[in-house]
C-alpha cells in the first residue's frame, strides 16, 4: 500500500490520455479512491499534443508496464486503431474510454454509458420500459444511447440543434430500440414531452462558464418527468434549478462523472471502487 503518498517500486500506473487533460478531475478522483483502498496505485495525466503520436503514447505507455489507461477528448474514437480488441458495448457506440491489458493485448472498453445507468440506480431510477427524451446527438449522447437501449427502454426520442445527427444517431440505434429523431425546438419537444418520464441532458448548455444556457423549456416540465444532465459544473446547472422549481427529481451529472470511473478501477484493479469517496472529492473541487 502506498503510506503517506509514497511511490515504491511496486506502484502500478494507471492515467489518462488526452489533450488537453490539466483541468480533468480522474486523477483526483482515482488517487483518492486508490489511498481509501490502501491499493499501490498512482494516476497520472499524460497529455498527448498531436493525433500523430497517439498510438506511439499507448503502446509506449503499456510497454513501459502501464496498468491500464483512461483515454478522453479529442481520442475517444481514434485510439481504437491503436487496440487489439474491443468490448462489444464500445464497438457499437464506437469509443473507447478505458483501456485494459488482457494478457497480452490491449482491449478497449467504454464506461460512459455504464456510468450513466448506474447513477440512475443510485438514485432509485430504472430506464427499463420508460419513454426517455435525449437533448443532444453528440459523443456523449450516442454513448447514453445505446446504454439506454441495452438497459431496455421502451422509447427513446433523441433532440437535436441539427436534426440530421439526431435521425443519424436514431438509425444507428434501429432494431435494439424504438428510437426517433426530432429537432430540438420548442415545437417538436412539445409534442413528445408528455410521453416521456425522464430527460437526459447530453449537451454542453448550461455547462460552465456559460452557466446561463438552458437546452430545454423548464415551463414543460412538470413533476412527474425526472430530469438528468451530463454537465456536472456546476453540479446544479440551470436546468436542474429550474426543473426542480417545477417539482421534478433531478440528477446531476456529478453521479455520471463517479460511476464512469468507478467501472474503470473496476477494470484495472478488480475491486469495487469507493464511489462516495469519489464523489466527495470531486465535488469539492468543483
Ligand atoms: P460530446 O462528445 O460532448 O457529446 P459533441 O459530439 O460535440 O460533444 O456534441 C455536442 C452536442 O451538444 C451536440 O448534440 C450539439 O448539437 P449539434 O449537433 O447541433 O451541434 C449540442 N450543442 C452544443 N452547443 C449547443 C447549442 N448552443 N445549442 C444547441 N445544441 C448544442
Redesign the pocket.
Known amino acids: 500500500m502506498i503510506k503517506d503518498c509514497l511511490i515504491s517500486g511496486e506502484t502500478k500506473v494507471v492515467g489518462l490520455i488526452g489533450y488537453p487533460v490539466e483541468h480533468s478531475f480522474s486523477p483526483v478522483m482515482h488517487n483518492a479512491a486508490f489511498q481509501h483502498l490502501h491499493l499501490n496505485y498512482v494516476y497520472v495525466p499524460f497529455p498527448v499534443a498531436s493525433n500523430s503520436t497517439l498510438t506511439q503514447a499507448v503502446r509506449g505507455l503499456f510497454s513501459a508496464g502501464a496498468a491500464g489507461l483512461n483515454v478522453t ?1 479529442p481520442y475517444k474514437e481514434q485510439v481504437i486503431s491503436c487496440l487489439d480488441n474491443l468490448d462489444g458495448y464500445a464497438r457499437s457506440v464506437g469509443a473507447v474510454n478505458t483501456i485494459v491489458r488482457e494478457q497480452d493485448k490491449l482491449v478497449g472498453y467504454n464506461t460512459d454509458g455504464k456510468g450513466f445507468i448506474q447513477s440512475l440506480r443510485s438514485e432509485g431510477v430504472e430506464v427499463m420500459g420508460r419513454n426517455i427524451l435525449l437533448l ?6 450516442k454513448a447514453v444511447a445505446f446504454a439506454l437501449g441495452q438497459a431496455g427502454v421502451s422509447k427513446l426520442y433523441i433532440a ?3 436534426v440530421e ?1 439526431a435521425e443519424q444517431l436514431a438509425a444507428q440505434l434501429l432494431g435494439s430500440t424504438q428510437t426517433i429523431g426530432i429537432e ?1 425546438s420548442e415545437k417538436a419537444l412539445g409534442t413528445v414531452v408528455d410521453q416521456c418520464s425522464i430527460i437526459v441532458n ?4 448550461g455547462m460552465y462558464p456559460r452557466v446561463e ?1 438552458i ?1 430545454f423549456p423548464a415551463l414543460m416540465l412538470t413533476s412527474n418527468h425526472i430530469v438528468a444532465d451530463l454537465v456536472y459544473n456546476p453540479v446544479e446547472t440551470r436546468l436542474l434549478s429550474a426543473a426542480r422549481k417545477q417539482g421534478c427529481k433531478t440528477i446531476s451529472g456529478l453521479g455520471m462523472l463517479a460511476y464512469q470511473g468507478a467501472a474503470s478501477f473496476q477494470l484495472w484493479t478488480g475491486q469495487t471502487a469507493p464511489v462516495e469517496i469519489m464523489q466527495q472529492v470531486i465535488a469539492k473541487m468543483i
Open positions: 477528448v443532444g446527438a453528440g459523443g456523449a449522447a437535436n440543434r441539427t445527427r430540438l447530453t449537451t454542453s448548455i444556457g437546452p
